[in-house]
């Protein structure tokens, strides 16, 4: 079976389950990605984390930067901020500094992300701001059609590199690890549950939470598909240990298995409770 029909099959799944229960009190406009594209899954895992944690839509905001992800805000009830490219994450954390009340999720792509704003990423993580960072990694820059980006393997041709891409790629979920977030978390959009499990524990979790979603580009990326990643993802080890950041980084390093789950939790202050020791040490 084709990596096309098993995605195919994938959305029309999520989108059947989208518009059955509960979760349809958070659909608002229909989404306009490609059939098969990975980030409905993280979509639907959003209406899920919503509602089984009963945030009302007035408390959740859904802020993104530019690419296929961007459209994020505009799928979801509650309200949204579509940001300049790369900066998705300063407009998160803003908004969350000015109303500590607000449930934050930052939505953004491989380029978005540790691309043009790679460098927000690691003084949101190290300041440990509540909120949620989604970052959806299709190894391409989609909504221009095709072109390398940060997380493209090397040798991966493009219209933009005919003789093959010649940089390692950033593997963010390390990068996630080595800044200090507090909940660092990789899915793959192919497993629908799990993708909503762990988006809906990330929200839940007091702290800076980042999860890495691989999400299949049907459209662009035809060497890294759904066939091919349900070849070389497996499950973190049943030992692991989640507050073990040294040798979750190992993990998370490696290629053979590319594993899936959480890899490390860990319960410390966030940077609103030291702003509100500091107010508190003037009174």
Known sequence: ????????????????????????????????????????????????????????????????????SGRFPFFIKGFGFHALHGRAIPVGTGIKI???????????????????GGGHFPHAARNNFDMTYVLLDNAIYGLTKGQISPTSPMGMKSG??????????????TLALAYGATYVARVFSRERDNVSQIITRAIEHKGFSFVHDLSP???????????????????????????????????????????????????????GDHVHQVRESFK
């Open 1 to 68: 079976m084709s990596s096309n029909v098993l995605s195919k099959q994938a959305i029309l799944e999520g989108l059947k389950q989208a518009k059955a229960g509960k979760t349809k009190e958070w659909r608002d406009t229909l989404p306009t990605w490609c059939p098969g594209c990975g980030h409905f899954t993280a979509l639907h895992g959003l209406y899920e984390a919503a509602e089984k944690l009963k945030i009302p839509p007035k408390d959740f905001v859904v802020v993104s930067g530019i690419g296929c």
């Open 160 to 173: 933009t590199s005919p003789y093959g891409n010649i940089a390692r790629p950033i593997n963010p979920t």
């Open 98 to 116: 000015a109303n500590p009340d607000l449930t934050v999720v930052v939505v953004g792509g491989d380029g978005d992300g540790v691309g043009i």
């Open 217 to 271: 580009c049907v459209e662009f990326n035809k060497l890294i598909t759904y066939q091919s990643w349900k070849g070389e993802v497996a499950p973190l080890p049943e030992d692991h240990d989640t507050g073990n950041r040294t040798r979750t980084m190992e993990l998370a390093e490696s290629r053979d298995p590319i594993y899936l789950g959480l890899f490390f939790k860990e319960e410390i202050p966030t940077f």
